[in-house]
């Protein structure tokens, strides 16, 4: 599966000349008119995920014959919004489970700081690898990705402990209510229509993207080298107005994320592909909240 998420994004549901799918029209029950767009159309040869009618019913050549009404064939194996459901819901319960735990064990007073700071960077670090491994694997492998959810879980956890007991008391939770605000506010936007996801959003939305992780690098390297807060885009004015950008463009990932579900399920993906649709999910929520958790510290320290 090819997501928007910048993560994950050697496949793809419906990709067209490397972008989205975002013009072909699926028939009901699952395949696509036509098959330049849709690597799940049904009848194409060299397509693993496609249906054969005669495999699900070895009658319906004999229904034909007789003219008996061909059967419906079984549309086993196929991801359903459950299934991403399920595997977004597992994916973030570990996520927070182990932040919360790394919150208890990993206490961030003067005295153990450091410790608790080494082994989130190492637990950080190691999510990030798992993220990396598994955006170039060609199928979902639900140990990185569960493994991956638990890494940065503790990762999290120790850095929200330490902004809310550190910077601004209850940032966390304020956090949560703004990354859940973010995610019912874009599913609305997305099933009423108001956000047309298509190839100008896609593009607009990657290269923004590929701007911000840029300039955010560069103040990180300016910041590591040179001292202080580099060229100043995490803190101040500019820093607060960074968060935001950062916001945007997380809540701009939700809705292409929500796009390659609907694609997938319209297009008859394989039923495992919905643990890469909560990968990205879960990727593009870790994204918000860290840029909540940077704004709120933000404010607090002007």
Known sequence: MRSSNPVFSRRGFSRDNGYAGFNAQPQAGGAAVGTQGNPYAQPQAGNPYAQNPYAQNPYAQQDLQYGAPPQAPVTTGRMTMDDVVMRTGTTLGILIVTAAVAWAALPVDDANISRSYGIAVGAG????????????????????????????????????????????????????????????????????????????????????????????AVNLLFAVFGGGDGLGFRSGGLGIAFGIIGVLLGACFLALDFKQVEDGIAYGAPKEEAWLAAFGLTMTLVWIYMEFLRLISILNND
Not at 143 to 169: C, M, Q
Not at 172 to 194: C, D, E, H, N, S
């Open 125 to 216: 670090l190691i999510g990030m690898v798992l993220a990396l491994v598994q955006s170039f694997k060609r199928k979902a492998s639900p140990a990185l990705i569960v493994s991956y959810a638990a890494f940065e879980g503790v990762f999290l956890g120790v850095v929200s402990s330490v902004v809310d007991n550190r910077i601004a008391s209850g940032a966390a939770m304020q956090a949560v209510i703004g990354t859940l605000a973010v995610f019912a506010a874009v599913l609305v936007a997305y099933k009423a229509g108001w956000i047309r996801v298509n190839r100008r959003f896609y593009g607009f939305v990657m290269a923004a993207a590929l701007g911000f992780i840029l300039l955010m």
